[in-house]
């Protein structure tokens, strides 16, 4: 077993490599992919080893990305389109709900849009406006797009492929924050083995209260969770991977045994997935729970100004603190 | 033909290689045929291409044959949509020879991205012509397979095919289509209103800079809606090509065998690597925007009196008299023809039946989803529960 170091960021970028080598149908496309690699250098290196009409330097147009790239898959490419930072997605968010999530319906089913849209997301990085956003709920609302994210190296290098290789248009959200965290990652394993993509996984057993995380948070959650055990209590750390469709089975499993859910993510909690996270748990374990499913979120604000942040952001004291008011009901 | 009618400009047959303005700046639009049935032998664009046709009496014949089917279908799916049998129609009248001339110049393996306007082309490609009225009536999302019949879906949001039409000429070159005698090309449909969209404009830009074989061809027929063309530019559409580094054309969209020269040079340019080019249809929609839209209320009638004049298929006609390429007989039977098809497209769709509600959960995903089947389930049971329900 090829076992390597690699930071998430790193994982991402072999993962693109291994499959633009497995498949020549895969074409990457972006604003500075090519020679410089991509703002965060996920695509480091590639356009030098695959040539530019495999990773392609794009005008400065984010609907003109995602629309040329449903041509090019209506053509039998797989596009994996790079959005520079979440909060420029949204000049092409038209293209991405009317066009890329509808075209496999509108078509009776007989044209598939194999597509990545690749969008660093959230906060933590001290970032000017626009690029610290959690625009997930947007694409988990719509039909026809599935997303993801992964929360380490190993699902970055694992997931980034298995996205590719779907028929199914996917939104990949990358913890931006997290790029730069380490983990082992085998890089051998065949992808048919792989975990399935959609499926979310346990990545902390615990008996006293289940918590729901994904991406960014997953580590501030197993954070958490180690901290609690400090005070005596087992938290189950669940790693939703996948946002859209949601895989519930791990958690309402755990929810029965526990009686207790937090939920955290940054975006904020206004019609987010912690809504839709509490009225699905609430409806499949109301027997079960001791307490309502908790909420632990960014605010209802735009992102805000970096310096603060860390407020913004759900940390170790905040989940600690819900965890703690579902042990007071 | 009236000052500043750029209909009635065109007489040249070795003109110039330059763009011949007429009145009040109207550019010369490219023309073979004139409203009065004349013939011109050939026609120069404004970057010194010269178009010209020459067809057997059998095509000709064929494309008067089009024009006139491709009508009374149209005119059939307006009465359809009167009578309630469709929720909607969006009808061609008067953009008939634009869809024809350039949809006949299209090669079998060439791909058409169109608007929700386009049924002309959609015939031309040889799909039933069924196949949109499914969409309006509801019934469907629209049936056909893009893929065999090289017509992509009808879209609605408007501009957004450019660029998918883009991707795809892009991913001809990729292919090495280009450049040779199999080469393909892609064309994408638009309105004069689409002009406006960000995504027509940045389909030009990658188109130009990638260089991809793709013909944008513009249907202006003066309104959106109700708005003129006027409140869409204050430049003549084709001229913008220029901006983005590629050329533009203005072609009399009333003149089937002007649409077609012009369209298939920049087909042809396109499939031997020369890169985008734009056309620009000068036609007139002759009547409303769609079946709920009222053009009294932004339109005068002699405007329309006066495009009424430049109809597209009553110009083909008299040439074909004059020439005697055609006779009574052959008019006769064409309309016989056309009463007879537009009789069984009636028949059909009053024929067409609701889909089961459950399929509406059909085709979300290629590979399913498992939130989807259960809802899909609760919604199979839900509708057993109806006493006497078929579902
Ligand atoms: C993005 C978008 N905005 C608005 C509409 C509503 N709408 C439908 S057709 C139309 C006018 C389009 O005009 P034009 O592009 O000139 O095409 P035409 O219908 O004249 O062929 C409008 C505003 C739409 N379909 N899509």
Redesign the interface.
């Known amino acids: 077993m090829a076992t390597e170091t690699l930071t998430i960021g790193k994982a991402l970028n072999t993962g693109l490599r291994r499959a633009l080598e497995n498949d020549p149908k895969v074409?990457i496309m972006g604003e500075d992919v090519g020679k410089l690699g991509g703002v965060f250098r996920i695509t480091d290196g590639l356009q030098k080893d695959f040539g530019d009409?495999r990773v392609i330097d794009?005008?400065l147009?984010e609907?003109?990305i995602?629309?040329?790239?449903?041509?090019?898959?209506?053509?039998?490419?797989r596009?994996v389109c790079e959005i520079q930072f979440d909060g420029f997605v949204y000049?092409a968010y038209?293209?991405i709900v009317?066009?890329v999530a509808k075209?496999?319906?509108?078509?009776?089913?007989?044209?598939?849009i194999?597509m990545v849209i690749r969008i660093p997301f959230g906060g933590g990085i001290g970032a000017v406006e626009h690029h610290s956003e959690s625009p997930e709920a947007y694409f988990a609302h719509t039909?026809?797009l599935?997303v993801v994210t992964c929360s380490n190296p190993q699902d970055a290098y694992v997931m980034i492929q298995q996205a590719i290789a779907?028929?199914?248009p996917i939104v990949f959200l990358e913890p931006k924050r997290r790029y730069w965290e380490k983990g082992q990652v085998d890089l051998d394993a065949p992808l048919s083995d792989a975990y399935p993509l959609?499926s979310a996984r346990v990545v902390r057993p615990g008996t006293d209260a289940t918590v729901l995380a994904y991406g960014p948070m997953v580590r501030t959650c197993l954070e958490a969770a180690t901290a609690a055990a400090e005070d005596g209590r087992e938290l189950e750390v669940i790693d939703l991977r996948s946002l859209s469709?949601?895989?519930l089975t791990a958690a309402y499993e755990s929810v029965k045994r526990t009686g207790r859910a937090v939920v955290v993510h940054e975006a904020p909690s206004n019609i987010g997935l912690g809504a839709e996270l509490a009225a699905r748990i609430t409806e499949e374990c109301f027997y079960s729970l001791e307490s309502p499913v908790l909420r632990v979120t960014g605010f209802d604000i735009p992102y805000p100004a970096a310096r603060v942040e860390e407020e913004f952001l759900p940390d170790l004291d905040r989940v600690l603190d819900a965890v703690d008011r579902t042990f007071g009901w | 033909m009236a000052k500043g009618d750029p209909g009635g400009t065109t007489r040249s047959r070795r003109a110039t290689p330059r763009s011949r303005k007429g009145a009040a700046g109207d550019p010369a639009l490219v023309q073979l045929l004139t409203p009065e049935g004349e013939r011109i032998d050939s026609a120069t664009g404004p970057d010194g291409t010269e178009y010209r046709v020459d067809f057997t009496d059998e095509e000709y014949r064929g494309l008067y044959r089009d024009l006139v089917l491709v009508r009374k279908l149209d005119a059939e799916a307006t009465a359809l949509q009167r009578q309630g049998e469709l929720g909607l129609w969006a009808s061609l009248l008067g953009q008939e020879a634009a869809q024809v001339g350039s949809g006949r110049a299209l090669r079998t393996q060439d791909m058409a991205f169109p608007t929700y306007r386009e049924h002309g082309v959609l015939y031309c490609r040889g799909i039933d012509p069924i196949m949109p009225l499914g969409l309006f009536r509801g019934v469907d999302q629209g049936g056909w397979d893009p893929n065999e019949f090289k017509f992509n879906m009808y879209t609605i949001v408007i501009g957004a095919q450019t660029l998918h039409a883009t991707g795809y000429a892009m991913g001809i070159t990729i292919d090495g289509k280009t450049g040779t005698d199999d080469g393909e090309a892609a064309i994408a449909y638009f309105g004069d209103g689409a002009t406006s969209q960000g995504d027509v404009n940045e389909a030009f830009v990658w188109a130009s800079v990638f260089n991809a074989p793709l013909v944008f061809f513009c249907q202006n027929n003066q309104y959106a809606i109700s708005e003129p063309l006027e409140r869409q530019t204050r430049v003549p559409l084709y001229q913008r090509a220029a901006g983005f580094g590629f050329p533009g054309v203005r072609v009399d969209g009333n003149d089937v065998l002007a649409t077609y020269a012009v369209t298939r040079t920049a087909l042809d340019n396109a499939r031997l690597g020369q890169g985008p080019s734009l056309i620009e249809a000068y036609t007139y929609r002759m009547g409303a925007h769609t079946t709920s839209d009222d053009p009294t209320r932004y339109r005068i009638a002699s405007e329309v009196e006066a495009w009424q004049a430049k109809d597209p298929i009553a110009r083909v006609k008299v040439f074909l008299e004059k020439q005697k390429i055609a006779d009574a007989d052959f008019f006769a039977e064409i309309d016989e023809q056309a009463r007879r098809e537009s009789v069984h497209l009636r028949e059909r769709v009053l024929a067409m039946p609701d889909p089961e509600p459950v399929t509406m959960f059909d085709h979300v995903y290629p590979n399913g989803s498992p939130l989807l089947d259960e809802q899909r389930a609760k919604f199979s049971r839900y509708m057993e529960s109806f006493e006497g329900s078929a579902h």
């Open positions: 074409i009409q794009t005008p147009a609907s003109g995602i629309g040329t790239a449903v041509g090019l898959a209506i053509r039998g490419y596009p000049p038209d293209q009317s066009q075209m496999h319906y509108r078509s009776g089913g007989r044209l598939s194999p039909a026809g599935k779907s028929d199914d959609h469709p949601l895989d």
